[in-house]
């Protein structure tokens, strides 16, 4: 594995560096460096420090680890690949995101998994460990949306408004969610088994990254939110 010395390093040297690499690369130093990973599609990527605001845009099929917290818009339009955050979150992580999966053991900021969406095979999926900000999932059309609560420390699971404007996809929220208020055109409900099987294999890979017990989260209940059958919005955008 090669190692690059960020510090010091403005981010367009940065990322040249990352991209005539050509193996797996630790980068030490890192202090908000931003577009890390842009489009890459092979190789891993390990980061010590901060990544600046869209780390792993248009991800390929490269994978990211993160041994502390990212900014914003990490994951923004990603397509393939891993982005793995030992840490905590900014805003808008996952935007337009179309395929990949995101891990992240603590928080998120507002607007995580915005316009999210999927095409045939590819189902883009976000696993939370803490809490979300206010507007998760704004304009869902596909994917899956996971937010286990782990650090909420009494906090709601999820801020404000959440799933505005979803129109396709699933959200799987721990707890029963009965103070959260949903918007109309979606519906709430508790898992079905094959639902929770599907869960069980976000919150194992969960806590294969980050430590835990998959099997006591699992004891929990747990909400899923999907659009109702009455949405306006799926004829418009969702591709089947």
């Known amino acids: ?21 050509g193996e797996d690369c630790l980068l030490t130093g890192c202090c908000g460096q931003r577009f890390i990973g ?11 420090g901060v990544p600046g605001n869209a780390l792993g845009a248009y991800l390929n099929g490269a994978q990211i680890t993160v041994k502390a917290n990212a900014q914003d818009a990490v994951g923004d ?42 095409y045939r095979e590819k189902i883009p999926v976000m ?27 009494g906090k709601k699971i999820v801020g404000n408004f959440p799933c505005t404007g979803m129109h396709g996809g699933k959200m799987f929220l721990r707890g029963s969610c009965e103070t959260i208020r949903f918007p109309g055109q979606v519906t ?3 898992p079905t088994d094959d639902e929770m099987h599907e869960l069980e294999t976000y ?12 099997r006591e989260i699992l004891t929990s209940p747990f ?18």
């Open 127 to 153: 696993v939370i460990g803490g809490t979300a900000g206010s507007f998760l999932g704004e304009y869902q059309a596909g994917g899956v949306i996971v937010v286990l609560g782990l650090y909420a420390d």
């Open 1 to 21: 594995m090669m190692q690059i010395d960020a510090a010091g390093l403005e981010y367009r040297e940065l990322n040249q560096q990352l991209r005539r690499c």
């Open 77 to 118: 339009t990603m397509n393939d690949g891993r982005i793995i955050i030992h840490g905590n979150i900014g805003d808008a992580a996952g935007y337009a995101m179309r395929g990949g999966r995101i891990y992240v053991k603590g928080n998120a900021g507002y607007r995580a998994g915005i316009h999210m969406k999927a």
């Open 203 to 214: 919150v194992n890979e969960y806590c294969a990254y980050f430590g835990g017990n998959a």
């Open 188 to 190: 709430s409900r508790p």
């Open 223 to 240: 909400t899923v939110i999907t659009p109702n059958s009455k949405n306006p919005y799926k004829q418009m955008y969702v591709t089947n």
């Open 38 to 48: 842009t489009g890459m599609a092979e190789h891993q990527i390990t980061i010590e």
